[in-house]
């Protein structure tokens, strides 16, 4: 089985920081695409960024240059260091995984969700 499971959210005030980390685990072959999602209430979930197995990136336009994707192969893991938070950024951030496991079937792997909230 394949599971991925983000850690990092919390509290934060308008202007500070927040890196969120997103764990793949088990029977893995390779990763391909790894991005992060967020959700604000009675929102749809939308795209924050995602990174290429090669390392290519793209951004939600609300996000550029504040934050930043990168990812550790050797580890499984995706960050998003978060620069400069809003209060809109507030949301419940999810980590996807395109992850092609051991048998050589490749699916689509969501997390549970980390709370970010910014207010003062």
């Known amino acids: 089985q394949v599971q991925v499971v983000e850690s990092g959210g919390g509290l934060v005030q308008p202007g500070g920081s927040l890196r969120l980390s997103c764990a793949a685990s088990g029977s893995i072959f390779s990763i391909n695409n790894m991005g992060w999602y967020r959700q604000a209430p009675g929102k749809e979930r939308d795209v924050v960024a995602t990174?290429?197995?090669?390392?290519?990136?793209n951004y939600a336009d609300s996000v550029k240059g504040r934050f930043a994707i990168s990812r550790d192969d050797a580890k499984n893991t995706v960050y998003l260091q978060m620069n400069a938070l809003k209060p809109e950024d507030t949301a419940v951030y999810y980590c996807n995984a395109i992850i092609r496991a051991k048998n050589f079937i490749e699916s689509s792997y969501w997390g549970r969700g980390t709370q970010v909230t910014v207010s003062s």
């Open positions: 990174i290429t197995r090669g390392g290519s990136t």
